[in-house]
């Protein structure tokens, strides 16, 4: 099922147009099914409602593990590098890996988790989250994984949303020379969080924690009690298989529900084409499990197609900005698959971190998460790739579940900071505002997809009626990025970044409504406006404008204590770069905040703020802009 030229593409594409229940008909008999399918896909946009291969029944992880035991069950199926470079790499083969999950599928179930139920993971970057997520996909149970930088209160948001009845947790995770107390933020969370019979700990750092009686256990006593036979759960095709949180531009973060047959498709067909996957290859995929980038390219993906991937632990600058370059040389990675922050980050260290680093190994790059500016692009290719590698610049989502427009390595020609064509399968449309479409080269507008996919969301959990508002209301009978995107003279795409209330700093999505929110349970502020604006690294950073009328202190001290708010609240990912106390906030007659005057202020480019006629009061304008110069 790999596309080896253009032509192929080409052709492969039309016939996913032309014909798509053949085409991805054809592509899904690379998987090992239980019962075949007798539909390929039903669909509809309204409601929505999207089946793929209805009626097959398959388990995930007898694609990802089982089916490769009797010819591949020694090769490396991850390689974990661990934070510290002083401490050993540790292979696990297909067979150990399959061993790991089975018993501790028995583990999950021995403390009571059965098909159906939701658990959560909050775990440190190490082969045992990827075990605990397989775990949960074997004996069918839906993994809800929360990234490790989340706050007790997002957690316990996340697992009440979704009524998890497990949680799978470590004592703590390494980050550079950090330490995070995963188990106590665990511990805070599950105060508020009625359903959680469970909570099992993986030893890591081993740092004191507490074990309360009854509800928790430890990950090392309960696996010597199971054994590791553990027959698959029979899954139907649309069976749920994971929530993945994700921010939006209104209210709390949704669970964006993935189903097990057309999700495992299209990341195994993906990440095969994208990354022009050769067996005997070593993949590095420098997301976190924690995100869908990690679901899909780190277990998922690479799994199902019987690949080798470095799963490390650690960030990017520990112990120096070599460590990816060390990583690359240690491991003779063939494919790195990293964000633009991250480049972004390690070009401002120069070229000394890459001195005598070994990067030969180098076939394929990879970029995601953000739109990758043409600097970043071009120092990926020359300096990592040495001009001979292919960049895939791929753009996709949460709710996407895998790549959608993308190059594929070595096949489609590249362009800096282009996504450049649809994969087969992908009908994407540009539309204006009122939902017609944009027909034509060398134009741009808001970026939906007018066809369903395997891997596309089937709903948010537990509210239908938010997806099909969020992503299905917007423009009749099409699904709605939330991305603006341009179409260049050669039918080129380049993402150019969220037309919605959402914000992309470092490669995370964050919400403005949500910083807000977290802002305003801050004592003394009355309201505040977040806006994101162009920052080197991050992409994106996090303005605030607040309201704080009874200013007794330090401005400096206040400012620290509302960052604490919304590290309390969200995270620290989620906190502001910049925080400016204003007195007013620039609003329309009729209430609503006018972000794109904030947006121009936080961008420092106040010469045409463009109609201002309509506000409440224009004055508080020129007090912003007053006060903004001086921040
Ligand atoms: C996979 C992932 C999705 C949003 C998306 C877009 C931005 C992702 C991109 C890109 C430009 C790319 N995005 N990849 N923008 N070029 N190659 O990141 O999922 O966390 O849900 O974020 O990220 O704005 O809408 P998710």
New binding site residues.
């Given amino acids: 099922m790999q596309i080896t030229s253009f032509k192929q593409y080409e052709e492969d594409y039309k016939k996913s147009v032309e014909n798509p229940e053949q085409f991805w008909g054809e592509v899904a008999q690379n998987f090992q099914w239980r019962k075949p399918w007798f539909k390929v896909l039903s669909w509809n946009f309204e409601e929505p409602n999207i089946k793929w291969f209805e009626g097959a029944k398959l388990n995930i992880t007898e694609n990802c593990l089982d089916r490769h035991l009797a010819t591949n069950g020694d090769k490396p199926a991850i390689i974990w590098e661990p934070n510290n470079p002083e401490e050993e790499s540790v292979t696990y083969t297909y067979k150990m890996l399959h061993e790991r999950v089975c018993r501790f599928a028995n583990v999950l179930k021995r403390n009571g988790a059965k098909k159906g139920d939701r658990i959560c993971i909050y775990m440190p970057m190490v082969p045992e989250l990827a075990i605990a997520v397989l775990a949960c996909a074997r004996i069918g149970a839906v993994h809800s994984v929360i990234f490790g930088g989340f706050s007790a209160k997002s957690i316990a948001d996340r697992i009440n949303d979704s009524q998890c009845k497990l949680v799978i947790t470590a004592d703590g995770a390494y980050r550079g020379n950090k330490q995070i107390p995963l188990k106590d933020v665990i511990d805070d969370a599950l105060i508020g969080c009625p359903t959680v019979e469970k909570c099992i700990v993986l030893t890591h750092v081993r740092t004191p924690v507490s074990m309360l009686k009854g509800r928790d256990v430890w990950w090392e006593d309960e696996v010597k009690h199971v054994n590791d036979i553990c027959e698959a759960e029979e899954m139907d095709a649309e069976d749920m298989l994971f929530i993945l949180y994700?921010s939006g531009s209104t209210g709390k973060p949704k669970g964006v529900v993935h189903t097990c047959g057309g999700y495992m498709v299209y990341a195994g067909y993906t990440f095969s084409n994208v990354f022009n996957y050769k067996p005997g290859e070593v993949y590095f995929c420098t997301a976190d499990i924690g995100?869908?980038?990690g679901h899909s390219y780190i277990v998922y993906g690479p799994l199902s197609q019987g690949a080798t991937s470095v799963l490390f632990e650690g960030v990017p600058t520990y112990p120096s900005p070599s460590r990816f370059w060390d990583i690359v040389e240690k491991h003779k990675v063939n494919t790195l698959y990293t964000a633009p922050t991250a480049i972004r980050s390690l070009m401002s260290f120069g070229e000394d971190p890459l001195k005598g680093k070994d990067l030969s190994s180098i076939r394929v790059l990879g970029?995601?998460?953000?739109?990758?500016n043409e600097e970043a692009w071009h120092w990926f290719d020359e300096k990592i790739g040495h001009s001979k590698a292919p960049i895939v610049?791929?753009?996709?989502?949460?709710?996407t579940g895998g790549i959608m427009i993308?190059p594929i390595a070595t096949v489609t020609p590249t362009k800096p900071s282009y996504?450049t064509l649809p994969l087969p399968g992908i009908q994407p449309i540009l539309v204006d505002e009122n939902g017609t479409e944009i027909t034509g080269n060398g134009v741009s507008g808001n970026l939906c997809i007018k066809f369903p996919w395997p891997g596309m969301l089937r709903t948010t959990y537990g509210d239908h009626e938010r997806c099909k508002q969020t992503y299905f209301a917007t423009y009749e009978n099409m699904y709605f990025?939330?991305?603006g995107c341009l179409r260049d003279e050669d039918g080129y795409y380049r993402?150019t970044?969220?037309v919605d209330d959402?914000l992309?700093v470092s490669?995370?999505?964050i919400g403005t409504a949500e910083v807000e929110n977290a802002i305003n349970m801050h004592a003394g502020v009355v309201e505040s406006a977040v806006v994101g604006y162009p920052h080197d690294v991050k992409g994106q950073g996090i303005y605030a404008f607040v309201i704080y009328p009874e200013m007794h202190g330090d401005v400096d001290l206040t400012k620290k204590d509302i960052l604490q708010t919304v590290t309390r609240v969200i995270g620290a990912i989620a906190k502001p770069d910049k925080v400016l106390f204003v007195t007013g906030l620039p609003k329309t007659r009729s209430g609503k905040i006018m972000r794109r005057i904030l947006r121009k202020i936080a961008e420092g480019d106040t010469s045409s703020l463009g109609d201002t006629s309509t506000l409440l009061d224009p004055a508080v304008v020129e007090e912003i802009i007053e006060a903004a110069r001086k921040l």
Avoid: K, L, M
């Fill in positions: 994700t995100w869908i980038t970029s995601v998460g953000e739109p990758i610049d791929t753009w996709w989502q949460t709710e993308s996504a990025t939330g991305d993402i970044g969220r959402v992309n490669g995370h999505r």
